[in-house]
């Protein structure tokens, strides 16, 4: 493996890992598509640093660009103060209208600069070893540096504020009723964001930010009921989607970020279907027990409603269940059948008897607790 | 707590508040003593919610003044706990319920410091004292709507505050929690605590507070159950829309004609 390959798995793992960490608190406060909005007006904020600093090396261009994302988000917040529009229709106003704005200047006063179109919506990843510095006396990929710190920076303030940031996200009354600022939290956490998109835009464009902020905590979402471990799951998650996208990548001589989000997509779609517990499967074939245990239950229900009754002998048999539980003959005889293996219940000629554990069964499930 | 005995718990004067240009509270005014389990009752969009929000800063007052044993909230959140309603969370928030009563001592522990030891078994204590200590490692979702609200009420209590705000704290539980609930605010008042409740029930309000503030926008009535929860005081908070049973039976203070058992009348 050259060294070249390696440098732009190592930027990309560290583009999906700073992208998803912050990703988590998005998905958890329902604001996925707010990480959309923010990828793409940064680009709006580096045009018009560029325009004001006249070079796209400064560092004061990533302050241009999360004070757009900021400007974004709180722009979001007016129109939906005003209740006249929702959540979902003021980032469909907001974000094209600031990012059309950006493309406008872009195409009309820095053609031939290194910010051009196609770049900003897909990334250049294979090309991102060419553009170097020096750090430290080692000579690295620039991109591999600024990802690196964001990803650490990232890691760092999550990991310090992890507390603030779980008991605003959770419940945002108590949090400020508790003396933190809700507030506070919400637009660093929006700075953040911002930070890393204009890192990860250079890398994998502003399309593809959403994917690397939202399939790894969605993903991890499923797997885990533990937050701390859900930033764990999300991190490790990334970190797989951005190594294998990229042999997908080599594999095809495709675009490296459009496999990586591909790859995640992939991954998504995995565990959605696969995770244990909330996965579809994992649902479907609990929803296919649970119907057989229930029936199983409603029989001994039943049982039990007529045991020692003059009408016993009556309602205690086979052929009465369709009548009385509304049961098809073929199901009648299975549920009879699954009881009976059970233990729940006994059989003689047509006539049912609970068993001691079937009484119990019919019994706890008749108490409300 | 000695040098406060002789305040009032809760301080409200002149309280407004308003959404745009539409008051939701107009110059209330209230005083809750230490040691009162006040019902805050009144129809739907009283502001009872808002009352609870606005004195705990989370609603800015267009005028008025809230004061926690004679200082402003602000200066006194370490005294003052509150349970909001279940339904303002997100029950699916991967986390599990020790967790969310630990939430109760973030309070005190303040920016940057993590909970240790102490608070932990502070809230496995109170998960006790709300009889949900086997549920503590269980993820929240899996809770029940009563056991939601035990969470909530143990999350409060490790607060160890002196006054409770609790809003409808009996919403959509089952009997055996609504009777757990009123034991506890009954042991919360023994202690000395104030604890002022949005309820929706009249017909319990005699038998489980002693004092209950009657609201709609304004202040209608507040005081001791026996002299201000009157038919009277009803039909101005809730505009006649609530028929009565007249009591029998029960002692009731003399010369007030208290009801037994009011009923909001449907349609």
Not at chain 1, 36 to 44: C, M, P, Q, R, W
Not at chain 1, 169 to 175: K, S
Not at chain 2, 146 to 161: E, I, M, S
Request: net charge neutral; charged share 15%.
């Amino acid at each position: 493996m050259s060294s070249t390959y390696l440098e732009i798995q190592l930027i990309a793992v560290f583009v999906g890992v700073a992208c998803a960490l912050p990703g988590v608190f998005l998905v958890l406060r329902r604001m996925a598509m707010m990480s959309d909005a923010i990828s793409h007006t940064v680009l709006l904020g580096i045009v018009l640093g560029f325009f004001a600093i006249g070079s796209l090396e400064s560092p004061l261009l990533v302050l241009a660009a999360a004070a757009m994302g900021v400007l974004t988000v709180s722009l979001v917040e007016v129109l939906m103060r005003t209740h006249l529009v929702r959540q979902d229709a003021a980032i469909g106003l907001v974000f094209p209208a600031l990012f059309s704005i950006a493309v406008i200047l872009i195409s009309r006063f820095a053609r031939g600069v290194h910010l051009d179109v196609d770049a900003v919506l897909l990334g250049e990843l294979a090309f991102a070893p060419l553009d170097r510095m020096d750090l430290f006396g080692f000579d690295l990929p620039r991109s591999l540096v600024i990802m690196g710190l964001t990803m650490v920076a990232n890691a760092g303030l999550i990991a310090l504020f992890y507390k603030e940031l779980k008991l605003t996200t959770f419940d945002a009354g108590l949090a400020a009723a508790l003396g933190f600022s809700p507030a506070l939290i919400h637009y660093g956490l929006m700075l953040m964001v911002s930070v890393t998109a204009v890192g990860a835009f250079d890398a994998v464009g502003s399309i593809l930010v959403v994917a690397l902020m939202i399939a790894p905590p969605a993903a991890a979402y499923l797997l885990t009921e533990r937050l701390s471990r859900m930033l764990l799951y999300s991190a490790a998650l990334a970190t797989a989607g951005a190594i294998s996208g990229f042999w997908l990548a080599v594999a095809l001589d495709a675009n490296v970020a459009g496999a990586i989000a591909t790859t995640l997509g992939a991954l998504f779609l995995g565990v959605f279907l696969l995770a244990p517990g909330r996965g579809l499967l994992a649902q479907a074939r609990r929803r296919a027990g649970q119907r057989w245990e229930f029936a199983q239950t409603a029989l001994a229900i039943h049982l039990l409603n007529h045991e020692n009754t003059p009408e016993m002998a009556r309602e205690c048999r086979v052929d009465h269940l369709q009548y009385h539980l509304r049961w098809q003959p073929e199901f009648a005889a299975t549920v009879v059948g699954l009881s009976e293996r059970a233990g729940l219940i006994q059989r003689s000629n047509g006539d049912l008897r609970l068993t001691d554990d079937g009484r119990e069964r019919a019994q706890t499930a008749l108490v409300y607790n | 707590m000695d040098n406060q005995t002789n305040l009032p718990a809760i301080d409200i004067t002149d309280l407004t508040v308003a959404y745009q240009d539409k008051p939701v509270l107009w110059d209330v005014d209230l005083q809750v003593p230490p040691g009162v389990l006040l019902a805050i009752v009144g129809p739907n969009g009283a502001g009872k919610t808002t009352l609870i929000k606005s004195v705990l800063g989370l609603i800015k007052p267009v005028a008025g003044q809230t004061l926690i044993f004679g200082a402003p909230y602000a200066t006194q959140r370490r005294l003052v706990a509150y349970v909001p309603q279940r339904g303002s969370v997100d029950w699916d928030f991967p986390t599990s319920v020790l967790d969310v009563v630990m939430m109760g001592r973030y309070g005190r522990l303040g920016w940057l410091r993590r909970p240790g030891r102490d608070d932990r078994e502070a809230a496995l204590g109170a998960l006790e004292k709300v009889g949900m200590a086997r549920y503590a490692g269980r993820q929240i979702s899996q809770l029940s709507g009563g056991q939601q609200q035990r969470t909530f009420l143990a999350r409060a209590l490790v607060q160890d505050a002196q006054v409770y705000f609790m809003d409808e704290p009996f919403q959509g539980v089952d009997a055996t929690t609504e009777r757990a609930i009123v034991d506890l605010l009954k042991e919360l008042r023994g202690a000395g605590k104030s604890v002022v409740v949005v309820h929706h029930d009249l017909q319990t309000v005699p038998e489980y507070f002693d004092w209950v503030l009657l609201l709609n926008i304004r202040r209608i009535a507040a005081g001791p159950v026996g002299v201000v929860f009157t038919e009277e005081n009803l039909r101005r908070a809730y505009g006649g829309r609530v028929g009565f049973l007249g009591g029998n039976g029960h002692s009731e203070p003399a010369g007030t004609a208290a009801p037994r058992r009011a009923e909001t009348q449907a349609g």
